[in-house]
């Protein structure tokens, strides 16, 4: 007697278990784009590029244990006189020719030659180490402005909409003043057009955010349209003290990616050279030749080998090239100091600007604007002021919030190029 079981209600039970499980941990999740150092664990787990540098790294890291190794050995098998003096028909049987020579053989570097070029390949895999980290900088340094821009994009959208809501009710004010015959309805027009204006602008920074989003998809290997969260919240900004010249620039001798790059690549220059003048030196190769005669072996045989280095012209020329490019080396790492010293100036009086500039803004002119306005939108109401004047007082306030909100991002985005350049967070 055959019985049935109630498999597709089970099937039906487990998956509807596994999608509530997958959908609990989905909810437990951060959306990306939230948090900052998300972000940047994101892209460092998930960057095309940066995945491929690393990859790099690794093989010229595993480069190291095969510069220093000896060549393999060499094998030689020599059948003398395979037919006897005529006596036999040719063959390759070692115990039926005349003799069978064997020869085992190894080349040997003179002296210090493996030990420059283990050097050598060292350097260039800590060169190779020293361009991942510069990448990850660089590539740090772009989610961080990406970031920032959204967020003060964000700002700069809450503020429009303020203004707008803000508008609407002069709009209003104008509108009741109209038809009570105080005012004419140029001033109703004018605050429809002022609307239109600002609206126009948030269409603008959509666009704008829109933009970014795809930028910093991109750069976290996903598709351009997936969604990304609003940033939450902006880094601290660090105290003065942190922010001392001389102490940067010790900073960015000690840390930045791009100047450890070009002194590892001195030092594998200066290795390179080493070897190079290594060359005059013979190498030399031994050998061991043990010579069988039918099923026994009766001779032995010991062998030296050295190349003679005669074409020394060659040499002489191998051994400039070698300094040229030491040479070249030392002045490419002087040349990326001095750009960085630079950059880091430049940035350092940038921020000094912003925080002066919003200082100023904060404290003088949006009260000053804020009372200027109040005042206007007073004598308008009381039919002491112009609908243009109160507009222009409106405008005042506007222009000194964007412009504080434009310190603020100046302020973040030099931050955050003074810590690409010192290869650290302040």
Known sequence: MKHSFPVRPLALLIVLFWQALAFNVQAQEKPVGADLHGLLEYA?????????MRHEAEAAAERI???GALPDPKLQVELRDITKMGEQNPTLDPSRVGSTRYLLMQDFPWYGKRDLRTGVATAE?????????SNWTELSALIRQTFLQRYFLDSNERLLQEQLALMSQLEKIAQARYAGGLTPQQDVIRAQLEQNAMRAELIGVSGERRALSAKLNAVLNRPTASPLEAPEELPAIPGRDKLNMGELIERLRSNNPQVAVES???TAAE???????????????LGVSPIQSGNRINEWELML???IPLQQGARRSQEREANAMLAAARARQEAATQRLFGELAENLSAYETAERSE???RGSVLPQSELSFKSALAGYENGKVDFATLLDAQRQITQAR?????AQAEQHLRLTNIEKLIGEAL
């Open 44 to 52: 460092k787990s998930h960057n095309v590029e940066y995945s491929a």
């Open 65 to 67: 244990g095969s510069a």
């Open 125 to 133: 895999a800590r060169a190779a180490e020293g361009l991942v980290q």
């Open 264 to 266: 590892h690549r001195i």
């Open 271 to 285: 290795q390179n050279r080493e070897l190079t003048y290594k060359n005059r030196y013979p190498d030399i190769s």
């Open 305 to 307: 080998q050295v190349n």
């Open 359 to 361: 200082a100023l803004v």
């Open 402 to 406: 964007v412009s504080m909100l434009k």
